[in-house]
């Protein structure tokens, strides 16, 4: 736990952004069990920021990118572990107000309390001054994961619309063909079809986008590439 001044300092240096209202960080950075004014509402609120400022940045620098690859790669960034990590490359556990061991290093809470605790400081960068420095701390602090990142994932559907293309064709076309209305276990069916090759095939998966890539990738299999 650290005194006003000192976190201003460290808010300035670890994340590049001098709060104008400082008990908005204070807030971000007190655990639920120091204090019934805790993080508890803006770590909702900054799951919701780091998602937005994160699908920002991957939409506008991979603008061929099919919304399967998005949603790999910004799962891969803001997913606990990276959270965690990043947390731990600021310091940001000294500065986290809290009561018990549970913070320790090797304890089992660890992980998720400065994960949390770095989603409510993105609710608070917002609320203090908006998308910009919310997006600005976002690229500062992921920086290298977002070099390593930079290669996009590409599913089948990425890929058949990139072969499709290539060739000059159109793009494929899916619709939904059924589904299974089961809580425990969802189910669609969804069928591509490339009119211009006369090709046709069915996926299923547990969601509408994971039945068209199984589709899809039938459909690499029938003209010969590896999905």
Known sequence: MTGGRQLSRWAGRALGHD???PELLKQALTHPSADEHNNRRLEYLGDAVLELVASDYLYKRHEKALEGGLTQLRQRLVQRATLASVAAEVNLAKHLRYKGADLAPDGPAHEAMIADALEAVFAAVWLDGGIEPATAVFEKLFAQRLKSVADLPRDAKSL????LQGR?????VYRLAGSRDDPQAPSFRSVC???ELSLSAEGEGRTIQASEVEA???VLAAVGESP
């Open 193 to 195: 079809k490339v009119p």
């Open 19 to 21: 709060f104008a209202r």
């Open 160 to 163: 058949l619309q990139e072969y």
């Open 168 to 172: 000059g064709f159109n793009p494929p």
């Open 216 to 218: 899809a990738a039938c």
